[in-house]
């Protein structure tokens, strides 16, 4: 591939990722509106004749990495293992 086909390819990613947080703004600020909807009129489920929207609380249990490693650092480093991958970057 030459340079000009390389910043043409370049050019057009720029595009779709500008594109992209645009897009990614409008449904935020779409779910927002509906969420605020939803709870102005306190209502966790909500069902119209081809949708059914839900917006609760939902409560999640992880496992703390920061406050093990600082607890058992020894046997946090025992458990650690490194992984290789490949990154693009376009600058």
Known sequence: MGDRALENRIRKIKELEAQKKEL????NSLKDEIRED??????EE???KH???RF????SRCFDGKAFSAAYPDLY???RVAQSSMRL???
């Open 24 to 27: 990614e703004a409008q449904i």
């Open 38 to 43: 939803m709870t102005a009129k306190q209502l």
């Open 46 to 48: 909500y069902r119209t």
């Open 51 to 53: 949708f059914v929207i």
């Open 56 to 59: 609760k609380e939902v409560i």
């Open 77 to 79: 480093d025992s458990y």
């Open 89 to 91: 970057t376009i600058s």
